[in-house]
């Protein structure tokens, strides 16, 4: 099957069920899931379908999908851990500050914080904070706002005005999607917004994101990547869009 073909076949079966994840789609065409990623991106350029966190939705689809935290915490938990775990090399001096961002990447990165490396911790992710606080090695703050269900993390003017004044040595990032052209996205304005004050806020910035999120656009824009210092992502990530992020200045580490 030519290339053009399968496109053509993906918009259809995409259309016929609603939703189909990328797994789904290469298990269906017999191609890797990188070939899926690629051909998705294409289809979404020319406004035939639409991509979302880990497969594709009709274009028709006017409804933003936002997975709870529950459900994507299920998602590619073994790139997500060796994510975490690279992360640690990213960490400052003791005594340093971080911002920690909400997502399930970062939470396991949470978890794995050395408990002989005193850190003072920023965070807006009420299962962060809840983690962390026992830690004794931890001094911890949590920010003020509205908590949002879907990700339990604090969002709003609160969030916002309480990160303003910040300056730390890095933040770790979570994003729903990050493509070239559209940088690091998030479903949610007030989710952006904090997101957006978290890299004003830090001298580093480290976005934690699995391959799957690569090529994905969400809806509000929160940074470019000529704002992302280092990219920690897995080895599915494509080797067309790692020299690109690296061409556009980020840094990029396979875990």
């Known amino acids: 099957m030519y290339a053009e073909e399968r496109q053509q076949a993906m918009v259809e079966l995409v259309t016929e069920h609603g939703r189909l994840s990328v797994a789904a789609i290469a298990a269906q065409f017999d191609v ?63 005594g340093g500050t971080v911002l920690l961002d909400a997502g399930t990447t970062t939470a396991r990165f949470a978890g794995m914080l050395p408990r002989d490396h005193r850190l003072t911790v920023i965070t807006h992710a009420v299962p962060i904070a809840a983690r962390l606080a026992v830690q004794p090695q931890i001094e911890l703050y949590l920010l003020p706002g509205r908590v949002r269900t879907t990700t339990q993390a604090a969002v709003g003017a609160d969030t916002v005005a309480a990160l303003a004044p910040l300056r730390v040595d890095v933040a770790f990032l979570g994003t729903n999607g990050i493509t070239l052209g559209h940088g690091l996205s998030t479903p949610d304005h007030d989710e952006a917004a904090a997101k957006r004050a978290m890299v004003t806020a830090a001298r580093l910035v480290v976005c934690l994101a699995d391959s799957s999120k690569v ?41």
């Open 32 to 94: 890797t899931t990188e070939t899926v990623r690629r051909d998705l991106s294409a289809l979404e350029r020319m406004g035939l379908l639409r991509r979302v966190h880990g497969g594709a939705v009709p274009a028709s689809s006017l409804a933003v999908i936002e997975a709870g935290l529950g459900e994507r915490d299920q998602a590619n938990t073994a790139q997500k851990e060796l994510i975490a775990k690279a992360a640690i090399d990213q960490l400052p001096p003791a």
């Open 215 to 255: 090529g994905s656009e969400t809806a509000i824009r929160f940074a470019g990547l000529d704002e992302v210092d280092v990219l920690l992502t897995d080895s599915g990530i494509d080797a067309t869009d790692r020299a690109a992020f690296e061409d556009a200045g980020t840094e990029v580490v396979v875990a």
